[in-house]
Structures are given as structure tokens and as C-alpha cells.
T-cell receptor, first 111, second 115 residues
Framework: GEDVEQSLFLSVREGDSSVINCTYT??????LYWYKQEPGAGLQLLTY?????DMKQDQRLTVLLNKKDKHLSLRIADTQTGDSAIYFC???????????FGAGTQVVVTP | EPEVTQTPSHQVTQMGQEVILRCVPI?????FYWYRQILGQKVEFLVS????????KSEIFDDQFSVERPDGSNFTLKIRSTKLEDSAMYFC?????????????FGPGTRLTVL
């Protein structure tokens, strides 16, 4: 497909792990990104992974990349209420830095 | 930590009026971008700008839109005659190096409401 695809909604209990999945379009993308958007706020760069890596860990965040299937995932360990937000995956298209975003996954953390 | 700033945070305007949205990118960055997000929809690319000229623009970025870097720090988006459908959150972003490999940092956005 031509769109970056994400599931739209995830509900998780506080303390559990969250896994957000994304399918991207361009196997030659050099970097893949995860952005976080809290209600009414801007886009905060959360983490990114270089395309020659399979995994990247950054504190509670783990990014997994499957280039063969063009599949990207973000795992949040020990999810907290402050993790409630919309999470966007994004890939740079071949042209001048244009980022193509998924529709975003809304993560709701319940006590 | 350096960050992209945008003003105003919220702009309300009447249909047909001109608006200018302002951004101050991170100071050593060379590439600048505007995106927009209509409420409940995806973040969409509008335009990229490098070396004082547009590098790429999307279909959305028609003749009603223009961008400018009037001085060494500001980057502006002008909408000449706003339409109801221009109501959206507008995000400015900047990156340091080659845009296809370097990370884009986003500002907090300007919410534009066209009445």
C-alpha cells in the first residue's frame, strides 16, 4: 500500500507493556520515527531507528524493525498514565525530507 | 535544549482574511518544513524549504500559500485568503542536515480557526 498504517486505538492497564504497530511503505527509508502527541500539544520526537538496525532500546522504549515485512513496532514497558497520548510512526519519503505519517494510535492507560 | 517555537498558539480569523503563522526553527538547522493536521486526521506535509527556496510542496500547498524566511531566524507561512477548510493545526519543523536522513524537530503548533 501507499499509506503508513497503524492501528487506531490501544487500551492498556497501568504497569503493563504497550505495543504499537506500524507498517511503512518504503523499504529504502533510512530512518523511521516515532512521535508522541499529547492532547492539545505538538509532536514530540520520541525515538527513531536507523534502517540497518533490528532493535533499539531507550529506557522504557523498545523499537523493533522488520525490514522484510516493512513492520515497525514500539514497545513501552511499565506503561504510566503519562504515556496516554497519540503515537505516530513516520517515514521520510525519498524526496526532500517529506515525512509521511501514519494516522496515529491513541493509547489510553487505565489505572 | 534547543527547540522550535511557533506563534501564535491559536489564531482565529474570518474567511477571506490573510494570516501569517510564524516559526523560529532551531538555530543551526538548515531545512524547514510546514505540516498541518486537520482535527482528527493525519499530519500532512505542506512544504519544505532550503537555501531560501521551496524544495518541495504538496498538492495542498496551492497559490494561496507562501513561505518566507524574512531574516536569519524566522520562517513564516502565509495564507492569503483563508477558507473554512484551512482550519487545522499547523506545525513547523526543522532539521539540521540532509533531510532524508536527519531528524525533524517539530514546534508546538498553531491552531488556526477560520470562521
Amino acid at each position: 500500500g501507499e499509506d503508513v498504517e497503524q492501528s487506531l486505538f490501544l487500551s492498556v492497564r497501568e504497569g503493563d507493556s504497550s505495543v504499537i504497530n506500524c507498517t511503512y511503505t518504503d523499504s529504502s527509508s533510512t530512518y523511521l520515527y516515532w512521535y508522541k502527541q499529547e492532547p492539545g500539544a505538538g509532536l514530540q520526537l520520541l525515538t527513531y531507528i536507523f534502517s540497518n538496525m533490528d532493535m533499539k532500546q531507550d529506557q522504557r522504549l523498545t523499537v523493533l524493525l522488520n525490514k522484510k515485512d516493512k513492520h515497525l513496532s514500539l514497545r513501552i514497558a511499565d506503561t504510566q498514565t503519562g504515556d496516554s497520548a497519540i503515537y505516530f510512526c513516520a517515514e521520510p519519503l525519498k524526496s526532500w525530507g517529506k515525512l509521511q505519517f501514519g494516522a496515529g494510535t491513541q493509547v489510553v492507560v487505565t489505572p | 535544549e534547543p527547540e522550535v517555537t511557533q506563534t501564535p498558539s491559536h489564531q482565529v480569523t474570518q474567511m477571506g482574511q490573510e494570516v501569517i503563522l510564524r516559526c523560529v526553527p532551531i538555530s543551526n538547522h538548515l531545512y524547514f518544513y510546514w505540516y498541518r493536521q486537520i482535527l482528527g486526521q493525519k499530519v500532512e506535509f505542506l512544504v519544505s524549504f532550503y537555501n531560501n527556496e521551496i524544495s518541495e510542496k504538496s498538492e495542498i500547498f496551492d497559490d494561496q500559500f507562501s513561505v518566507e524566511r524574512p531574516d536569519g531566524s524566522n520562517f513564516t507561512l502565509k495564507i492569503r485568503s483563508t477558507k473554512l477548510e484551512d482550519s487545522a493545526m499547523y506545525f513547523c519543523a526543522s532539521s539540521e542536515d540532509n533531510p532524508s536522513t536527519d531528524t525533524q524537530y517539530f514546534g508546538p503548533g498553531t491552531r488556526l480557526t477560520v470562521l
